[in-house]
């Protein structure tokens, strides 16, 4: 009896030890790695169709548990068994840019693609946060083949809209009948993109339009240089962040800014003006 309580002593401390090594192995085994799972946080981005009608669809910011993000692209109306890569570009749509991130190809045949990653291309680390606030747009292209033709395309981060626009209305000048909008889009870091939209201009005709100051009657310099309009589609699509000189230049600012816009007939004939109306505090829509 004397020799079996040493026994059972060193029997518990060798089960006790046991234990605690099997209970270590367990944390670090790598076959049991603790899956990421969705935080709860998600965003969505509309993509708008572009050279091809009708395509167009979704890309969904999704944070995770590890601080990666998935990004799931979601399109309507591809070709099936097309092959479309998909990027995030620096800077608004309008402004274009290199390309930030490779995201996931778009299989055709079910719109879809998703990719999970926490880094850039140039391996610069990027959070959830940090991605709803970025600078970039994504370009949806055709085929590895055709990265210049666009298919769908959309404004993220701080680039995405807000919801708030203005309208200003475009009467004609010169010319008969042209005339049309100027539409204000407002954007999560208080920029603008202007859309500008002229019914009856000639084909092939490319008119300069600028924000002048003081109001259209009695006329005033350049502030603003637009993007020239195409008049072939009689549009135009410029983002607005600042003035000619430098200065800020934003969303509210066009909507209290004293001025007007006027659309010329061309590059050398500024003095023709095909069509003009006031904006911001010198709109009236009586």
Do not use: W
Request: hydrophobic share 35%.
């Amino acid at each position: 009896m004397k020799n079996l309580i040493p026994f059972r002593v060193l029997f518990f401390v060798s089960l006790s030890i046991g234990l605690i090594a099997c209970s270590d192995d367990d944390d670090d085994n790598p076959t049991n790695p603790i899956e990421p799972v969705p935080t709860g946080k998600s965003e969505t981005y509309s993509l708008n169709e572009k050279a091809v009608p009708g395509i167009s669809g979704t890309a969904k910011f999704i944070e995770y548990s590890d601080n990666s993000i998935t990004v799931e692209l979601d399109l309507q109306n591809t070709p099936a068994d097309g092959q479309h890569p998909a990027h995030i570009h620096f800077n608004t749509a309008v402004e274009g840019g290199g390309v930030a991130l490779t995201l996931g190809t778009i299989d055709g045949t079910t719109g879809k693609s998703s990719i999970n990653f926490s880094e850039l291309n140039d391996g610069t680390s990027i959070s959830y946060d940090e991605l709803l606030d970025y600078d970039g747009h994504i370009n949806v292209h055709l085929s590895s083949d055709d990265l210049s033709t666009i298919v769908a395309q959309g404004d993220i981060g701080q680039n995405a809209f807000t919801g708030n626009s203005k309208s200003y209305e475009l009467n004609e000048k010169a010319v008969p009948g042209i005339s049309g909008t100027a539409t204000f889009y407002e954007r999560n870091n208080g920029e603008a993109l202007a859309m500008i939209y002229l019914m009856n201009t000639p084909a092939n005709g490319i008119h300069p339009a600028h924000i002048h100051d003081n109001d259209a009657d009695t006329g005033g310099g350049i502030v603003f240089t637009f993007n020239p309009i195409d008049g072939n589609t009689g549009t135009s699509n410029t983002n607005i962040s600042a003035k000619d000189d430098g200065s800020a230049f934003g969303y509210n600012d066009v909507l209290g800014f004293n001025g007007h816009i006027n659309v010329h007939l061309s590059a050398d004939d500024l003095g023709t003006i095909v069509a003009q109306g006031n904006i911001g505090s010198n709109y009236s829509s009586d």
